[in-house]
């Protein structure tokens, strides 16, 4: 039986009361994304709509209105995203009724990342838009800020690990839990080292995405035709962003067994992302040089804080996910100077 949330149809009834889309021919599920966060795929008369009830801890009214103000500005610099649809009443973008938060966007239709190099380029070059056209962005709410790099949530993380492990999982040795999690621990801090003495913190910060990864991309002949989910959006140096973005549209799966996961990144991906986004905005010597650090903190960062959590990782055993993150981060490790000569020519 499922777990997700779902919309009652005495509450779509009131909801939708605050929007003018015409007459409603259908109204399917979506089941896409959080199971917290419920949506419907809504068609009308007027076109495809997707209306959401924000999931509780990510319902926050002044972060959404962050969030909404951001996709606002962008929208009318033609950036390529799913619209936001404002109430009749006042052309708010956020309804809030009974102590939910409700949007509803225009439904764009697209096709999933199919890892092609077109595809991979043609992200980057978004990318590389996004930031160019929110440079000098100045939100009316305070932007978050944080990220990956540097983490105190993530240095928690890797010092409950071991905890969580003993609680949950007895198919591994301690020995073994403990040389992956000192592993990690330890490539985690030299990455981060590595990239404060490179100087970061005094590079120039703005509003970054901090989620850009295939699955918030749609697709129509290897292009981008919309990016979405902003609620990640914060202020950081833009190659917090890129650098995830290189590893996420590079970085190799598989089988349900992360065991048989290969321990390389694609090089070609990695190199076509970056060249696509520097088509737009260069990218500088400084920022190439510390990108494989920050690969390695992101992998660590984003794998350890679910693990931590609940032992897993999604559907996916937490320690056998864990020692296929030291794999890559080993492969990342040894290839430093090959993946920086490789976007530096």
Not at 52 to 71: E, I, M, T
Not at 117 to 140: I, M, N, Q
Not at 191 to 212: F, R
Request: charged fraction near 25%.
């Amino acid at each position: 039986m499922s777990d997700r949330e779902r919309f009652h149809a005495e509450e779509l009834v009131i909801v939708m009361s605050h929007f003018d889309i015409g007459v409603i021919s259908s109204v399917k599920e979506f089941p896409r994304g959080s199971r917290r966060a419920p949506k419907l795929l809504i068609t009308s008369e007027r076109g495809e709509f997707l209306l959401k009830r924000r999931a509780r801890g990510k319902d926050d009214p002044f972060k959404v209105a962050f969030s909404h103000a951001l996709q606002l500005y962008l929208a009318s610099k033609q950036f390529p995203l799913p619209h936001l649809i404002g109430t009749h009443q006042d052309n708010n973008s956020m309804l809030q009724h009974n102590n939910n938060v409700y949007e509803l966007f225009e439904y764009v239709r697209g096709n999933n990342y199919d890892n092609s190099l077109e595809a991979t380029f043609d992200s980057g070059k978004a990318l590389g838009l996004y930031h160019k056209l929110v440079r000098d962005y100045a939100p009316e709410f305070e932007p978050p800020v944080g990220s990956y790099h540097h983490s105190n949530s993530t240095t928690a993380a890797m010092d409950q690990l071991p905890i969580t492990f003993d609680k949950l999982d007895h198919r591994h040795t301690e020995e073994q839990i403990t040389a992956t999690t000192s592993f990690l621990q330890g490539a985690y801090r030299e990455a981060s080292e590595k990239v404060d003495a490179a100087g970061l913190n005094e590079w120039p910060t703005q509003i970054v995405h901090c989620d850009w990864h295939p699955g918030n991309m749609l697709f129509r002949h290897r292009k981008v035709v919309a990016v979405i989910d902003y609620d990640a959006a914060r202020l950081q140096q833009r190659i917090i962003d890129l650098a995830n973005g290189a590893l996420q549209f590079s970085i190799l799966g598989g089988s349900e067994d992360p065991g048989q996961w290969p321990d390389y990144l694609d090089e070609r991906r990695f190199k076509r992302f970056i060249r696509g986004y520097d088509e737009i905005d260069v990218v500088s010597v400084a920022e190439l040089q510390i990108i494989p650090w920050l690969m390695i903190e992101a992998m660590v960062a984003e794998s350890v804080l679910p693990v931590a959590t609940t032992g897993s990782f999604g559907r996916l055993e937490g320690f056998g996910f864990l020692q296929m993150i030291e794999r890559k981060v080993r492969w990342v490790q040894k290839n430093i100077a090959h993946l920086i000569a490789a976007v530096g020519t």
